[in-house]
């Protein structure tokens, strides 16, 4: 009775606490779209939707109130458990790119973004 008890709980504990035991894989989580600053340096004002799509990809989030707002939003859990999150906002005005707000600011690859 006490054998079978003891490899029972052993069991438990190996079968539920694997994550805890060093050694063990954790994968990075990432979501959303990917924006680099080169993307971000490439767009230039007056650019169309279609252009903009062509150099940014598919807006993660589309405003359905306002066609003229798209968000490029991502998500990266760390193995450590850090979390980052970046986010970038490009406005149009007659479907033409006329403004950009977020985590990224346009200008040279080589110039830091702030």
């Not at 709980?9 to 979501?31: E, H, R, W």
């Not at 990809?57 to 798209?70: C, H, I």
């Amino acid at each position: 009775m006490i054998k079978t008890f003891t490899s029972v709980a052993i069991l438990t504990l190996v079968l539920t606490g694997c994550s805890g035991f060093p050694g063990v894989y954790k994968i990075d989580i990432p979501q959303g779209n990917i924006v680099t600053q080169e993307m971000v340096d490439k767009l230039r004002p007056g650019m169309t939707k279609k252009q903009v799509r062509f150099v940014m990809g598919t807006p993660l989030v589309e405003d359905s109130f306002n066609a003229d707002r798209w968000d490029y939003v991502y998500t990266l859990k760390d193995t450590d458990g850090s979390f980052t999150r970046e986010r970038l906002t490009l406005q149009f005005t007659d479907d033409r790119l006329s403004g950009l707000g977020g985590d990224f600011r346009p200008g040279s690859a080589s110039e830091p973004a702030q």
